[in-house]
């Protein structure tokens, strides 16, 4: 069975200050990782993916995150927020070779100007 | 080029009515999933559609059926609706139901069942 977690319900920053959004997963095999933001009444927009290779990842809007294979995390950041980065954002795990996508209960960013 | 399309936006429902929901996409991707958000809970796989012409339960299926009508439609039906189906339902498309790729969603169809 896989699983997220994402242990923060909120996250409130300051505009400028870096901006961290936390999660862990539990997967039998090894990991395909998502993280997805979602605005007031829109869809879920993608904003990157680990699949192999560099434990770093690029997304969009400046955001990145680190995959830890021994903590079995995979937590978003972004070195400078901005008000505009307020939304919901959600953490995603599929094992290798399954179909099924396994969403976390989500954190609420706010940044304050 | 408008991805994925979703309508109705809004609908209300009386307890025991019974609606369609449709999705439609224009990326030619061939799987599709049907995901409700309740507040609290992230997102819970309804069914999904690996290619046209087949459907698979996900993790919530009770009180739902689908059709993939096309490879382009598919589609989420409530015989009965009940007071815990109030929620908002996103279609999702990828471009095969490989592990490593990304979902796109729709904007959603936000439902009330009174």
């Known amino acids: 069975a896989q699983s997220v977690a994402q242990p923060e319900d909120q996250v409130n920053v300051a505009e400028g200050n870096p901006l961290t959004v936390k999660c862990t997963y539990s997967v039998s095999g090894n990991p395909y990782l998502f993280w997805y933001v979602q605005y007031p009444n829109r869809g879920l927009q993608f904003l990157l993916k680990?699949?192999?290779?560099?434990?770093l990842v690029k997304g969009s809007y400046g955001f990145e995150a680190e995959f830890n294979k021994s903590q079995t995390s995979f937590h978003l950041k972004k070195p400078s927020a901005l008000v505009s980065d307020s939304a919901l954002y959600f953490c995603a795990v599929r094992d290798v070779g399954d179909y099924k996508l396994s969403f976390g209960a989500g954190t609420t960013v706010t940044v304050r100007a | 080029n408008a991805g994925v399309t979703q309508t109705p936006k809004f609908q209300v429902l009386k307890t025991g009515q019974s609606m369609t929901l449709q999705c439609a996409q224009d990326?030619?991707?061939?799987?599709m999933y049907w995901y409700r958000q309740d507040p609290g809970m992230g997102l819970r796989l309804i069914y999904y559609s690996a290619s046209e012409g087949t459907t698979d339960k996900g993790e919530v299926p009770n009180g739902y059926n689908v059709s993939r009508l096309n490879k382009r439609e598919f589609s989420l039906r409530l015989e009965s609706a009940a007071p815990s189906q109030t929620s908002v339902y996103f279609c999702?498309?990828?471009?095969?139901?490989?592990?490593?790729?990304?979902?796109?969603f729709g904007p959603g169809t936000r439902l009330t069942v009174l």
């Open positions: 990326m030619n991707h061939n799987s």
């Open positions: 680990y699949i192999t290779g560099d434990n």
């Open positions: 999702a498309i990828a471009g095969d139901s490989s592990s490593y790729n990304e979902q796109f």
